[in-house]
């Protein structure tokens, strides 16, 4: 839209970019955009390229390949200090001799700000992070989260364009964790900075984001919202990192009005909501939560009824308000279904391993996932 820099709806973009170590490729040819405000996600398991991403972004690593635009300008070449960014790491490396308050002016001293208005604006920063009453204590004397939240202010003061956060939760523990994300969230919506946040969990990312790129091996897999991200995973890699999916592949049979026949040459057919093309190898993804336990052990002769499927109960277990039941279907297919326990059947109580049931869900269900199955390892044994 806009040709100049100024005006541009983008705080960041990446296109093509591409950065290797060696023959390593830890940023292959991505792409992507974040809008002013946003609070974006990496998502992804350890050295899928998250890290270096980010450190593209300050400005510690130059790509390869393609082009980083900061506020709509080329930004490869320019230094660290002279982009408007900063970045919040994990280990937040506090100068232990100086008081909080000084840690937080500090930068502003390099930038020859006056001494009131570097005091008056970390005296706001801490405010900001809820510190108010702490500026004279020496970081030692914090606890991890407050030492968290003093580099968040620290790298708050300046007000930068976007901020980066490189795992900035990671050392603490799990209650602190939870806390420091309702903290987080509200103090991105105080601001209003852009905040591109990396993270390998899930948890954190789906509660947080606006959006979330999820990555593996150095390419982005889906970026979306965190509901079409759990809801509509596109690939099988995307469906079973966010949370829990179960998986049936077979061919397609039929394909008409936005649905589909999926059989899985095992006795259980599959009819869900989608795009398929008849003929086509396919694989579908089905949350625990989707599935539900039809009959306890009476399950004759659904032999090839449509979603639905006989199984055999390997485990169950109480999960506070859930119950999760792991079940084999017929052709050998290991499944996990999760039912509230307020809205279970009273005669699931009595269902034991070894018990024989009948597994169902509805056709809005199943997810269509982008790549066909890889071949089948393990030869079928009839
Ligand atoms: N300076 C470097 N020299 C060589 N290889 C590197 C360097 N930095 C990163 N890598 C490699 O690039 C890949 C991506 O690393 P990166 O740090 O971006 O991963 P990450 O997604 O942040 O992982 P983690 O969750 O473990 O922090 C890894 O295979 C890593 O070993
Ligand atoms: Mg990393």
Redesign the pocket.
């Known amino acids: 839209m806009s040709s100049g820099g100024h005006g541009s709806a983008y705080d960041v973009e990446f296109r093509s970019v591409t950065?290797r170590?060696?023959d390593?490729t830890?940023?292959n040819a991505v792409s992507f955009q974040v809008q002013q405000g946003e609070f974006l996600s990496?998502l992804?398991?350890?050295?899928?390229?998250?890290?270096?991403?980010?450190?593209m972004i300050a400005g510690f690593?130059q790509p390869d390949d393609g082009e980083i635009l900061i506020g709509g300008e080329n930004a490869v070449g320019t230094p660290p200090y002279k982009r408007d960014v900063n970045t919040v790491f994990q280990q937040y490396a506090l100068f232990p001799h100086m008081t909080i308050l000084d840690n937080v002016a500090y930068g502003m001293k390099q930038q020859r700000v006056s001494k009131s208005e570097r005091y008056a604006r970390a005296r706001e920063a801490l405010e900001l992070v809820r510190l108010t009453g702490r500026e004279k204590h020496r970081p030692s004397m914090l606890s991890g989260g407050q030492q968290q939240r003093v580099a968040l202010a620290r790298a708050l003061v300046n007000r930068p364009r976007v901020l980066l956060l490189?795992?900035p939760l990671g050392a603490l523990d799990l209650k602190l964790r939870k806390e420091m994300q309702i903290e987080l969230t509200r103090i991105q919506q105080q601001v209003g900075i852009t905040f591109i946040y990396?993270t390998?969990d899930q948890g954190e990312a789906l509660s947080m984001s606006d959006r979330i790129a999820v990555?593996s091996d150095?390419v982005i897999e889906q970026l979306d919202t965190p509901a079409e991200i759990y809801d509509r995973p596109l690939t099988a890699f995307v469906a079973d990192f966010i949370g829990e999916m179960n998986f049936l592949q077979g061919r397609v049979t039929e394909a008409r009005d936005g649905e589909y026949d999926l059989d899985t040459g095992t006795g259980v057919v599959v009819r869900a909501r989608g795009e398929a093309t008849r003929g086509q190898a396919a694989r579908v993804g089905i949350r625990p939560a989707r599935l539900r336990i039809a009959a306890g052990s009476t399950n004759a002769a659904i032999h090839g009824a449509i979603n639905a499927a006989r199984a055999v109960v390997d485990t169950k277990m109480y999960l506070g308000d859930e119950v999760q039941v792991v079940v084999t279907l017929d052709g050998g297919t290991q499944m996990v279904i999760r039912e509230q326990r307020v809205d279970s059947d009273e005669s699931h109580d009595a269902i034991r391993p070894g018990d024989p049931i009948t597994i169902q869900w509805d056709r809005t269900a199943p997810v269509l996932l982008a790549e066909p199955p890889a071949p089948d390892p393990t030869p079928a044994e009839d």
Not at 46 to 54: D, H, R, V
């Open positions: 950065k170590f060696g390593l830890a940023v990496l992804g398991p350890s050295g899928c390229g998250k890290t270096t991403s980010l450190r690593e490189d795992e990396v390998h990555m150095g």
